[in-house]
């Protein structure tokens, strides 16, 4: 489990430095899932020892008899029999001004006193795949977010259609020389500043909001 700790641990710095792979990726995804199923099987190991019946403790020694009295002491006169004790006095009542709990309150009180029940195996489970979707999810959100080194390489082939048709005209030509001028802009500013001054607002006709801005999301990530 150690071994698989630490690759772990590998992945997450390459992930948080921006330089995981996709192979890389994927072999952490199985050293995680290889670290899960041993921690679900000595989890259950442990709920079996839990959960075994513990030995009965032994009887109590019976109490010793009780001593026989001296002869003497049995032709004695009996004792006078104790006064009866005061009779106890009278309970004060009392008003109670507290108001009554609720039936929201009484329902959880009652849960709470209730000995705390073990959960199930597919409690459990599920329970894991939350955390693991969670996981995934923000190893995702990490890769989304990462900065881009080459813009052309970073842009998907349906993207590069939509581009091309909403903020070059249509023309290939121009998609391909101002991808290559925005990559090798010396900044963001600059190169904000060259698709909205040299592209955007040169178009005929106005271009797809949702365009616009997922393509102003790669400049960032490319200037982050």
């Known amino acids: 489990m150690s071994e698989l700790i630490e690759e772990l641990k590998g992945a997450e710095k390459a992930l948080n430095g921006g330089s995981m792979s996709l192979e890389s990726l994927d072999a952490a995804t199985v050293s995680a899932r290889e670290l899960y199923e041993r921690l679900v099987v000595l989890r259950h190991k442990a709920r079996e020892q839990a959960t075994a019946k513990p030995k009965a403790a032994p009887a109590p020694p019976p109490p010793p008899p009780p001593a026989s009295k001296p002869a003497a002491a049995e032709n004695k006169p009996a004792a006078p029999p104790p006064a009866p004790p005061p009779p106890p006095p009278a309970p004060v009542i009392r008003l109670n001004t507290q108001p009554a709990p609720s039936t929201e309150t009484a329902v959880a009180v009652e849960e709470k006193e209730e000995a705390p029940v073990m959960r199930t195996a597919a409690e459990f489970l599920?329970?894991?795949?939350?955390a693991k979707a969670k996981t995934a999810e923000t190893v995702g959100e990490k890769l989304e977010n990462a900065r881009i080194g080459d813009l052309a390489r970073a842009i998907t082939l349906s993207d590069k259609f939509w581009f091309t048709k909403e903020i070059f005209g249509g023309d290939a030509k121009a998609y391909e020389v101002g991808v290559s001028l925005l990559n090798s802009a010396k900044d963001r500013s600059d190169a904000l500043s060259f698709l909205q001054d040299e592209l955007?607002?040169?178009?005929?006709?106005?271009?797809?909001?949702?365009?616009?801005?997922?393509?102003?999301?790669?400049?960032?990530?490319?200037?982050?």
């Open 126 to 130: 599920k329970e894991a795949l939350a």
């Open 200 to 224: 955007i607002a040169k178009l005929k006709t106005p271009p797809d909001a949702a365009a616009v801005e997922a393509f102003t999301d790669l400049l960032h990530r490319r200037f982050a």
